[in-house]
């Protein structure tokens, strides 16, 4: 008796406790997102914010958000208290500059550091990246040591920061807008750097007394550790090719020799000789890539094993599903587009929730945009049942470049030739041609029904045998090769012909 009294009693507090943990923090739920089996909500963790540049989830439960202009703040995500712990005055912003990068060490117990990054305008003409770490106490961060300092511009100055499993901290910075300084060992633009949390270079580096940790790169905006202990980054491309990375020691990544795909013969001969890595992906027309976050599959499972990537010229949420080694990349959807504006940065937390941050405040807003209360910090977790506008994910077809390029030498080459310049006379140069780079419609018809041979001409032969992924393959290939800017063609604009 004394032990089902005991039983009840626990069973009650039980109940008690976890009714009302979460009645202490009641969100405003603004939008529900159906997924293949789960449901999930969106609500509003906070408002009124001023471009929240970095978002940081720690392991005592609690949101660090860096804001654009020096504030840092904290959220505890219990009680969905907030505290601003601080404003760095020295910060100097404009445009893209200004507090950029964030980390909170993930055992912030034993190490209760949480590293920045901003930019800082030395004199009339002087503008640098300084990496700071602080020390945080319950009400604010102190005792401000600078671990490195390294070139800065009004552009291009990255920049995001993450611990990884070897507890060293990563450092993602820009070049500065000169393409250059990405190839320079000396300069330590358009890296990433790899820094013992004392700002000591670590002895296991590349090179001996090198922050370097790999190379090649123009404008980085996310920067996140898998739960292997693999390091991807997403990047800014200039006009044609955003990149996500798959970052391995020491190696050369190609800008501004190559940007995206190694596709132009010039790419191809530097990828040869500097023995380049390519990205496991990259978008044409560009979206414009920031912050992006693992997710495990804890409380949502659909995204298991997924880059969590925030787009800013994209305004979504694009899930990108990993192979099981995570070397490369399955399929993509697409979330929220257009629907909250501007998104620059992702976390997760322990609980597989996922937080976003708009930036919707910044140099660069969109028509339509801000929307009331921005900017705001979002969170999304499952939910039991609908209370709201249900949204659900647009999915991309991934599109096999490789096949592409493969089937064109297969079925192309021998009339357009391998580099696309044609037989004068005969065959017509596809580099180059307004039909290549035409509409879909106008292009799909000509690879499946070929076109009678005229008088003296040659003829083009129909290639209606190609499945719909091989023919989008191979068209997105002669629209994306030699010199060729033109969209990607799917599998379903295809199928509709
Ligand atoms: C046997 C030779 C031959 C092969 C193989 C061939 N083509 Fe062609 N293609 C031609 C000829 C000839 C024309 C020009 C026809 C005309 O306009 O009279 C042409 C025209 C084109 C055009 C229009 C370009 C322009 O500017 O006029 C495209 C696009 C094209 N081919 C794509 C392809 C693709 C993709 C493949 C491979 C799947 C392919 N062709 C394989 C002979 C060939």
Request: with cysteine; net charge positive.
């Amino acid at each position: 008796m004394k032990n089902y009294a005991k039983l009840i009693y626990g069973l009650l507090t039980a109940l008690c406790f976890t009714a009302c943990n979460q009645s202490k923090l009641q969100l405003q739920t603004i939008d529900n997102v159906q997924l293949e089996k789960n449901l999930l909500k969106v609500e509003v963790l906070d408002k009124d914010l001023d471009v929240p540049w970095d978002i940081c989830y720690a392991d005592d439960h609690s949101l660090f958000i860096a804001e654009q202009g020096g504030a840092v703040s904290r959220i505890d995500l219990a009680t969905g208290k907030k505290k601003q712990l601080f404003k760095i005055a020295e910060v100097w912003r404009k445009r893209t500059a200004g507090l950029l990068g964030m980390v909170v060490h993930p055992k912030i117990k034993e190490n209760p550091y949480l590293f920045v990054n901003y930019t800082v305008k030395k004199d009339s003409l002087l503008i640098i990246n300084r990496l700071v770490r602080y020390e945080i106490t319950a009400d604010t961060l102190k005792n401000p040591k600078v671990l490195l300092e390294v070139g800065g511009y009004t552009a291009h100055n990255g920049s995001r920061l993450a611990i990884g499993p070897d507890q060293k901290l990563y450092w993602a910075t820009g070049d500065a807008y000169f393409g250059e300084k990405a190839q320079d060992a000396k300069s330590l633009n358009g890296k990433i750097l790899r820094i013992n949390i004392d700002g000591s270079v670590p002895s296991d580096n590349p090179s001996p007394n090198s922050y370097v940790w790999a190379s090649g790169f123009r404008n980085m905006q996310g920067l996140t550790f898998s739960e292997k202990g693999l390091l991807y980054t997403s990047e800014h491309g200039d006009a044609i090719e955003d990149e996500i990375n798959l970052i391995q020691k020491g190696k050369n990544y190609g800008w501004p020799a190559i940007e995206g795909k190694e596709d132009l013969p010039a790419e191809e001969a530097f990828a040869l000789k500097h023995q380049t890595t390519p990205p496991i992906k990259s978008w044409t027309p560009v979206i414009a890539p920031a912050g992006i976050a693992y997710h495990n599959g804890k409380g949502i499972p659909e995204w298991a094993n997924s880059l969590l990537l925030t787009t800013l010229k994209g305004k979504s949420l694009r899930v990108i599903k990993l192979s099981d080694d995570g070397r490369s990349t399955k399929g993509e959807e697409i979330f929220f587009e257009k629907h909250y504006g501007r998104l620059r940065d992702v976390c997760t937390d322990k609980d597989g929730a996922v937080y976003l941050a708009t930036s919707n405040q910044d140099w660069n807003p969109s028509p339509g945009f801000p929307l009331p209360g921005d900017d705001k910090i979002l969170k999304i977790s499952k939910a039991d049942k609908a209370t709201h506008k249900v949204l659900s994910a647009k999915k991309m077809e991934s599109i096999d470049l490789v096949s592409g390029k493969t089937l064109y030498q297969q079925y192309c080459a021998s009339c357009h030739k391998e580099d696309g310049t044609g037989v004068v006379g005969t065959f017509p140069a596809l580099a180059g041609s307004a039909k290549v780079k035409a509409s879909p419609e106008m292009l799909i018809p000509i690879l499946l029904n070929g076109i009678a041979k005229e008088q003296a001409g040659a003829a083009m032969p129909a290639f209606n045998f190609l499945s719909n992924e091989e023919a989008a393959a191979v068209l997105t290939y002669i629209r994306q090769n030699w010199g060729n800017k033109a969209s990607t063609i799917t599998p379903s604009q295809i199928k509709k012909q």
